[in-house]
């Protein structure tokens, strides 16, 4: 009973236990929200998990980073450190959060991959470590909340800044590149879903107006790479009519 209990407190708080499974209430509207503002949150948990592997493995597979904004990338790592760092340090539920883990795991393993196909592997190396020492340093609390508050407060316009980078590089080369579509797409939906879990887990306006403007952010990436993915194949259509 005691895991159950454990896993039951996933998705429910303790008045909506007892408003669900006491009194029957099953029409509470606040307990409806918190319910489904968890769920979201850890079904966007999940999501994170294989979010960028695409992205990676696109790289990987390639052997190459063309199109990708190292920038781009940079600042994206930045702002998902900031936003998990001042959400772990303020005591926010990991629902509300977690995802910024394994995509700040899965950006890094992009920046790495960048730096060392672009002949940089040394620069990919110390990079790493460093990241690594950024984490250990906000975890064991050396690093004081109002500094994390106000990397917090940063990260929204970094989000912007990262992705316009990033559309400035598509718009330049005409294609997308090694971006990942369904990449895009996922962290799309799951930052629109954030808007409504930070609503209702944090009440926090930083978080709330950063995912914001993330999904208008991620909404002009996919809207590129719809747009080239047509120029593209009407590209090819050109070329074998030619032929």
Known sequence: MEYVKAVSKLLFSEQCLEEYFTNL???????????????????IIGGSLMVKVPQV????????????????????????????????????????????VFLGIQTLAIAVLVLHYRRNTAGALAFFVGYVAVIVAVVTELTPLNILWGAQSLTIPIVLISKLFQAHTNYKNGS?????????????????????????????TNMIIMYVCSTAA??????????????????????KKLK
Request: with cysteine.
């Open 176 to 204: 997308t590149g090694q971006l990942s579509a369904v990449t895009m797409f996922m962290l799309l939906f799951g930052s629109m879903a954030r808007i409504f879990t930070s609503v209702q887990e944090t009440g926090d």
């Open 218 to 239: 991620n909404a002009i990436i996919v809207f590129q790479l719809l747009y080239y993915w047509n120029v593209s194949a009407e590209k090819k259509r050109k070329t």
């Open 25 to 43: 209430n099953f029409l509470d509207v606040p307990c409806f929200k918190t319910t489904l503002s968890k769920s979201l949150g850890l079904g």
């Open 57 to 100: 493995v696109k790289i990987y597979n390639s052997k190459s980073s063309q199109g990708l904004n190292f920038a781009s990338v940079l600042l994206d790592l930045f702002a998902i450190t900031a936003m998990i760092s001042y959400s772990f340090a303020s005591g926010f539920p990991f629902s509300a959060w977690g995802d910024g």
